[in-house]
Nanobody, 123 residues
């Protein structure tokens, strides 16, 4: 079992930045690739970005490229999501997930989920 706990969400003005964290406990963190999803009100949960087990590879949804950066610190069992130039369309609950998949990061392909952290962007 892997337990994931997100933190760092909150209310921020448009144009601001946030860094979300996802702390893992349980089985070996570095055994898993990590993925961030988000779910806006009334919408489906969507893929945001991916980082490989040792951080050597990342991938992002086209909608967030250039503004979102994923990193991880395996010594701290934590993955991060840096979000810059926030806009109201980024308002969502952000989830981290652990997976063994290296591609096709759909919601049903994740092994473990956190409960999410809410990001609200005011205009």
């Amino acid at each position: 079992q892997v337990q994931l706990v997100e933190s760092g969400g909150g209310l921020v003005q448009a144009g601001g930045s946030l860094r979300l964290s996802c702390a893992a406990s349980g089985r070996t963190f570095s055994s898993y690739h990590m993925v961030w999803f988000r779910q806006a009100p009334g919408k489906e949960r969507e893929f945001t970005g991916f980082i490989s087990r040792f951080g050597t590879s990342t991938a992002y949804a086209d909608s967030v490229k250039g503004r979102f950066t994923i990193s991880r610190d395996n010594a701290k069992n934590t993955v991060y999501l840096q979000i810059n130039s926030l806009n109201p369309e980024d308002t969502a609950v952000y989830y981290c997930a652990a997976t063994t998949r290296v591609s096709n990061w759909s919601t049903d392909g994740m092994d473990y989920w956190g409960k999410g952290t809410l990001v609200t962007v005011s205009s």
